[in-house]
């Protein structure tokens, strides 16, 4: 499968027990592993390379699970596939994996 390819994207999701559950998508965005976080208030990934319209963000720090303040580089849009859009995505560089918010 090429991965260049959008139309040809997928995903899938894999749970071990109780404990937590990951979302892989295979699309032409890098580093697509996304951590599906119940505690995390918004969509943060870690790096700009793929936000569409980026601009400031009104939330400057985020705080992690250790209570450490992350700064927020900036906030818009990523596009997986042609209907698969994440809005509202805040960029923490400091994070060391990408989090999908379903709080």
Known sequence: MSTN???RAFSFITTSGNV????HTSTYVSHSEWIIDLGATNHM????????????SNQHIVSTTDDTPSFVLGQGSISFIKNLNLDSVIVVPSLNHNLLSIA
């Not at 990934?45 to 400031?56: A, E, G, L």
């Open 20 to 23: 937590g559950k990951a979302l």
């Open 45 to 56: 990934p870690f790096n700009n390379n793929h936000i569409q319209f980026i601009k400031p």
């Open 5 to 7: 390819n959008p139309e």
